[in-house]
T-cell receptor, first 112, second 114 residues
Framework: GNSVTQMEGPVTLSEEAFLTINCTYT??????LFWYVQYPGEGLQLLLK?????DKGSNKGFEATYRKETTSFHLEKGSVQVSDSAVYFC???????????FGTGTSLTVIP | EPEVTQTPSHQVTQMGQEVILRCVPI?????FYWYRQILGQKVEFLVS????????KSEIFDDQFSVERPDGSNFTLKIRSTKLEDSAMYFC????????????FGSGTRLTVV
């Protein structure tokens, strides 16, 4: 079946530090992969996506590369800001898109 | 940017009562979904809806749950007789054709069953 395993949190970083949040997946076929972000008190916002192997999704300085050989989609950012404090969810969709499978979420706190 | 709108943002209800959670999807989207997130846990799929019928549902979506698109704009989730364990954040989402490119989620309704 389909599933996503995400790095446990919480993660606390100083401003301008490098961020990596690990995500691996199990899927049949050719899933699409996503990172969603949830800011305090808000809903889920699509941060970035990749729909096929070797694609790199990027947005707001965040990047993730769809690695089929390692079944991974790790989220990275070179220099985090206080405003990046949020919960980050890795997710996958099968080829139909009828259902998304989410990881457990990783809480990130960035301190000045 | 188009949004998915959910109302109310927070609802408190007594156990055994019926609740209806409301959503207005993005107007040209064709696929609609409900997900829920129990505090501190994963976001879980409940149901997907396309062409005025359920296309897929999870084990969570039992006979106590139903969905409806009553007027071509609203998309509702009804829980007939709420239980304490239904307390969660409920997210509505919609997507255009090719939902595997990503959904747009609403900001959620926090349901508290007391």
């Amino acid at each position: 079946g389909n599933s996503v395993t995400q790095m446990e949190g919480p993660v606390t970083l100083s401003e301008e530090a490098f961020l990596t949040i690990n995500c691996t997946y199990t899927a049949t076929g050719y899933p699409s992969l996503f990172w969603y972000v949830q800011y305090p008190g808000e809903g889920l916002q699509l941060l970035l996506k990749a729909t096929k192997a070797d694609d790199k999704g990027s947005n707001k300085g965040f990047e993730a590369t769809y690695r089929k050989e390692t079944t991974s989609f790790h989220l990275e950012k070179g220099s985090v800001q206080v405003s990046d404090s949020a919960v980050y969810f890795c997710a996958l969709s099968d080829q139909t898109g009828n259902q998304f499978y989410f990881g457990t979420g990783t809480s990130l706190t960035v301190i000045p | 940017e188009p949004e998915v709108t959910q109302t109310p943002s927070h609802q408190v209800t007594q156990m055994g009562q019926e609740v209806i959670l409301r959503c207005v999807p993005i107007s040209n989207h064709l696929y609609f979904y409900w997900y829920r997130q129990i505090l501190g846990q994963k976001v879980e799929f409940l149901v997907s809806f396309y062409n005025n019928e359920i296309s897929e549902k999870s084990e969570i979506f039992d006979d106590q749950f139903s969905v409806e698109r009553p007027d071509g704009s609203n998309f509702t989730l009804k829980i007939r007789s709420t239980k304490l364990e239904d307390s969660a954040m409920y997210f509505c989402a919609s997507s255009p054709p090719r939902p595997y490119y990503g959904y747009t989620f609403g900001s959620g309704t926090r349901l508290t069953v007391v």
